[in-house]
């Protein structure tokens, strides 16, 4: 969706504002949220795709005005009433009053150090060949699915050159929405600055995304 | 330069009168409550899993892959050819790491690492991201302006050297190999990594002139 997360090329955030010797969490709240997301992303109720669905359908306002954790905290919230772990009338209490809902897993603090040490990989293999090569000319679908998806706004429309195939990997926009993990060829696309931002660009920039092959066409315009 | 941080949370600011707590604090140990007493989660594991992300895995992981690269052409070459493996041989991954692409800066190219679309960072390698990389600021600009963005952090490259955006848009993870300082010649590998920066392997930033590194 064309949500608050779609940020590529957006202006008038003003400065970065680093900051030295930055603590890994601002406040005791955030190593909570950080770690309830981590252990409730292995209950086997949703997936990561899912989860980042959630965070980007908080009203754009809301999600460029949160800190990430409080983005995280929220689709969270959402996500365990949405799955019915939680109901909206506990939230509000702040306490458990009805019964658990069976979650296929719960994360065990022994299984924490080798679980995410071996990690969750993405990529699925299988028979089928991928439609494009490095080298070829692509150009990124216009696409606008009010669902998620991982095609930024600012390459859609806009032709590049495929730099490397990658292999399979689960399909975001499908996994998302439980619609089942469709793995698709992943791809780096390679597009030069003057085609995403005209020709007061810089001419040395490139920038590149990870395209699944549903987004991408043979190129029908000017190549980067 | 604008160093100071401005918004990394609006909630803290806004303790209630009388507690210790913010309103955000108050909430997130409600929700944690509910979900421990549900059984959805083990507080053991949410311990564990703190306790590893704030001082088990961090950016001294990048910089001993980056400096092995720095010393070692055939592991260099490794790692531009299959990163995870090649980074799983120094017994990091996992996590955010799963599928690691290794991107190397030269005089004629200098790589920035982004996601734009949300937070997208490499875990085993780098920890977790800080705040400024998950922010409006930095996606929006990464793409649009990185020289605007690199002058911000203080890094001003030649003219003539090309810039390379990597957007994470998929489960791919990048780091960047940055060049190898001048002056560098007498040092070891362990002296190498000190010099090592998090923002030098995002691309944000460019490594330590040894001059700048006081050994103990």
Redesign the interface.
């Given at each position: 969706m064309n949500g608050g997360?779609?940020?590529?090329?957006?202006?008038g955030?003003?400065?970065?504002?680093?900051?030295?010797d930055?603590p890994?969490?601002?406040?005791?709240?955030?190593?909570?949220?950080?770690?309830?997301v981590?252990?409730?992303g292995l209950?086997g109720t949703w997936n990561l795709d899912a989860s980042?669905a959630a965070?980007?359908s908080l009203p754009p306002g809301e999600y460029?005005?949160?800190?990430?954790?409080?983005i995280w905290?929220r689709a969270?919230?959402k996500q365990?009433v949405q799955h019915g772990?939680?109901t909206e009338g506990?939230?509000a209490a702040?306490?458990?009053l009805t019964p658990?809902?069976p979650?296929a897993r719960?994360?065990?603090?022994?299984?924490?150090?080798p679980?995410?040490?071996?990690?969750?990989?993405?990529?699925r293999p299988g028979p089928d060949r991928p439609r494009f090569a490095a080298g070829d000319e692509v150009t990124a679908k216009t696409i606008n699915p009010p669902g998620h998806t991982?095609?930024?706004r600012?390459v859609r429309g806009r032709t590049g050159v495929v730099e490397r195939v990658?292999g399979r990997?689960?399909f975001?926009d499908s996994n998302a929405h439980f619609a089942g993990e469709a793995p698709q060829w992943?791809y780096?696309v390679?597009f030069a600055g003057v085609e995403?931002?005209g020709e007061d660009?810089?001419p040395?920039?490139?920038?590149?995304?990870?395209?699944?092959e549903s987004y991408l066409e043979p190129a029908r315009g000017r190549a980067a | 330069m604008?160093?100071?941080?401005?918004?990394?949370?609006?909630?803290?600011h806004d303790h209630h009168h009388g507690s210790e707590l913010?309103p955000?604090?108050?909430?997130?140990?409600?929700?944690?409550?509910?979900?421990v007493?549900?059984?959805?989660?083990?507080p053991?594991?949410?311990?564990?899993?703190?306790e590893?992300?704030?001082s088990k895995i961090g950016p001294r992981n990048g910089a001993q892959v980056v400096a092995r690269a720095w010393v070692d052409p055939a592991y260099r070459a490794r790692l531009l050819d299959d990163a995870t493996a090649a980074i799983r041989e120094l017994g990091f991954?996992?996590?955010?790491?799963?599928?690691m692409v290794v991107v190397e800066n030269t005089p004629e190219e200098h790589n920035l690492v982004v996601c734009?679309?949300?937070?997208c960072y490499p875990w085993?390698v780098l920890?977790?991201p800080?705040?400024?990389y998950?922010?409006?600021?930095?996606?929006?600009?990464?793409?649009?302006d990185?020289?605007g963005?690199l002058a911000?952090?203080g890094v001003t490259l030649p003219?003539?050297?090309?810039?390379?955006?990597?957007?994470?848009?998929?489960?791919?993870r990048y780091m960047v190999l940055p060049m190898r300082p001048a002056g560098s010649d007498h040092l070891d590998e362990a002296a190498l990594a000190d010099l090592v920066t998090r923002d030098a392997m995002i691309g944000t930033g460019l490594p330590l002139s040894p001059d700048q590194v006081v050994r103990s």
């Open positions: 997360q779609d940020l590529g090329g957006m202006q955030f003003g400065p970065i504002g680093f900051e030295a930055e890994w969490f601002h406040a005791p709240w955030e190593r909570r949220v950080f770690a309830m981590m252990a409730m209950t980042r965070r980007e460029l005005t949160s800190s990430y954790y409080r905290f969270l919230e365990v772990l939680v506990e939230l702040g306490a458990a658990p809902a979650v719960v994360l065990k603090g022994e299984e924490v150090a679980l995410f040490a071996r990690g969750f990989p993405s990529d991982r095609l930024p600012y990658h990997f689960v975001p992943l780096t390679r995403l931002w660009a810089d040395g920039l490139a920038v590149s995304v990870n395209a699944f | 604008a160093h100071d941080h401005h918004d990394h949370d609006h909630d803290h913010s955000m604090d108050l909430r997130v140990r409600a929700l944690e409550s509910i979900l007493e549900k059984g959805y989660v083990d053991a594991a949410l311990d564990a899993l703190i590893t992300y704030e991954g996992g996590r955010g790491g799963e599928h734009t679309l949300c937070s085993p920890g977790l800080p705040v400024w998950k922010s409006p600021p930095y996606r929006s600009r990464a793409v649009i990185p020289r963005v911000e952090f003219g003539t050297t090309r810039i390379r955006v990597w957007d994470s848009t998929a489960e791919l």
